[in-house]
């Protein structure tokens, strides 16, 4: 099976953000952007995975679809909660104003309507398209507020008696060329019914702030977005998703944050729109979109989420790590002879001055106390970044790289900085020089 084993892609054509995360009557719901028809972008749907354990994914029908007015050319980002044992789904609902001349699947000139919609289903199996939708938030006419077109993506949190919705939105100052990105918050008391009440914006971090996720781990605010052209430097692609720790109140969703409180979430410049949720055992979770431009030669699925990665706080440090479900599964190891990449493979090493690893020309490199991982070997694709490298580390590193089918996520120094790639599928070979502590595992 020409897949990752471990990494979930939809069962063929286009998949991109994950969407509507969440621990629901035990069982882990993971949804996605979705284009049933080709490998590319069109009409958005949600596709719909479901996990015991969110190692082993089974297939679910398409959760939603255009079926509505409002939503007629799709049903954008969005994500979902529990509440009195229905699980209710917030996502933009789209309605383009004209399409492409010669493609019905895509808005003419990147212009559309955009309002934010639920759908209530009672098992999280079965959603009734045609009578169980609402539109909870009409397009924003007032481009003070927000943007028409582009307000989207509602993450939606329960705290103490309320329900609180957060939306990635831009605006344009008339003394600025750029537009400027925007955080809209909204307020429930049923989960139905929505106000506005506050918002955040701030010039010079990209120009329009896709999926932001708002959550308190280790009593620290961390808020995640992926905003819109972060790069203007000719660096691709030029969207990425961004974390940092941010001054919140959550009665009143007052933000405060500047520019250099955010880093890239994850180093290799293919994680996208990720989203977080709960898991079983409380731990904060976030998925994220390794975004692919074209699929590998001969397949017919595009697009994969990354590994489960467990969010914490240590010493005002943001962590990032491999969820124990996954890490826990590498327990036989392997002699470097008979590594088998179409196999889900874990190396752990601790890296020093000039160690380097090429796992089926796959480059991992570690000079002057500086991680670089490099795919030029193993990919041909244009408009993406192929090395990607961490700020001066110690003098001693440790890695933990898993590799799966057309994909490898390097995490360093115990969830400091990631670095994911999506790699060709690999030549069975892996090399390692000046590198005495090493293990290779597989599951
Ligand atoms: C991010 C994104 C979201 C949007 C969705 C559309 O990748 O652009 O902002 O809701 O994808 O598929």
């Known amino acids: 099976m020409n897949k990752p084993k471990l990494h979930l892609t939809s069962e063929r054509n286009w998949m991109n953000d994950p969407n509507g995360l969440i621990y629901y009557k035990g069982k882990y719901h993971a949804f996605y952007q979705h284009f049933p028809y080709a490998t590319q972008w069109g009409t958005m749907h949600w596709g719909h995975a479901v996990s015991d354990d969110m190692v082993n994914w089974t297939y679910e029908p398409i959760a939603l679809f255009p079926s509505k007015p409002y939503d007629k050319n799709g049903c954008f980002s969005g994500s979902a909660i529990e509440v009195d044992g229905d699980l209710y789904l917030y996502y933009t609902s789209v309605k383009y104003i004209e399409t492409e001349e010669d493609n019905t699947t895509v808005p003419k000139d990147n212009i559309f309507e955009s309002s934010q919609a639920m759908i209530i289903s009672k098992d999280g199996f079965n959603f009734d398209n045609f009578n169980d939708k609402s539109l909870i938030i009409p397009p924003i006419m007032d481009e003070k507020l927000g943007h028409y077109t582009h307000t989207r993506d509602p993450k939606v949190w329960k705290y103490k008696d309320n329900y609180y919705m957060i939306v990635g939105s831009k605006v344009k100052k008339a003394d600025q060329e750029e537009h400027t990105g925007k955080l809209l918050y909204y307020r429930s008391k049923d989960a139905k019914t929505w106000e506005y009440i506050n918002s955040f914006e701030l010039h010079g971090l990209g120009d329009m702030w896709e999926c932001p996720d708002?959550?308190?781990?280790?009593?620290?605010?961390?808020?995640?977005?992926?905003?819109?052209?972060?790069?203007?430097?000719?660096?691709?692609?030029?969207?990425?998703?961004?974390?940092g720790i941010v001054d919140f109140e959550e009665e009143s969703c007052n933000t405060k944050f500047d520019?250099?409180?955010?880093?890239?979430?994850?180093?290799?410049?293919?994680?996208?729109?990720?989203?977080?949720?709960?898991?079983?055992?409380?731990?904060?979770?976030q998925f994220g979109w390794l975004r692919m431009n074209k699929h590998f030669e001969n397949h017919t699925w595009l697009g994969m989420m990354s590994l489960p990665r467990v969010i914490e706080v240590k010493n005002k440090e943001i962590t990032t790590n491999v969820h124990p479900n996954i890490s826990s599964l590498f327990i036989k190891e392997i002699n470097i002879d008979n590594v088998d990449f179409s196999n889900p493979t874990c190396i752990k090493a601790t890296l020093k001055d000039n160690s380097k690893i090429s796992i089926g020309g796959y480059e991992i490199t570690f000079e002057n106390n500086i991680i670089t991982a490099n795919r030029t070997k193993v990919f041909n694709e244009e408009y993406v970044n192929l090395k990607a490298s961490t700020p001066k580390l110690e003098d001693e590193c440790n890695i933990e790289v898993y590799i799966d089918y057309g994909v490898i996520e390097t995490y360093i120094n115990k969830g400091q900085y990631v670095i994911s790639h999506i790699v060709n599928p690999l030549e069975n070979k892996l090399q390692i020089d000046n590198l005495s502590d090493f293990k290779i595992y597989t599951i």
Not at 228 to 239: A, L, W
Not at 259 to 284: M, V
């Open 214 to 243: 708002i959550f308190n781990v280790n009593d620290n605010n961390i808020l995640v977005m992926s905003p819109e052209n972060y790069y203007t430097d000719g660096t691709y692609p030029t969207n990425n998703a961004v974390i």
């Open 259 to 285: 520019k250099d409180d955010f880093r890239l979430a994850d180093l290799g410049l293919d994680y996208y729109a990720p989203q977080t949720f709960i898991d079983k055992d409380g731990r904060r979770v």
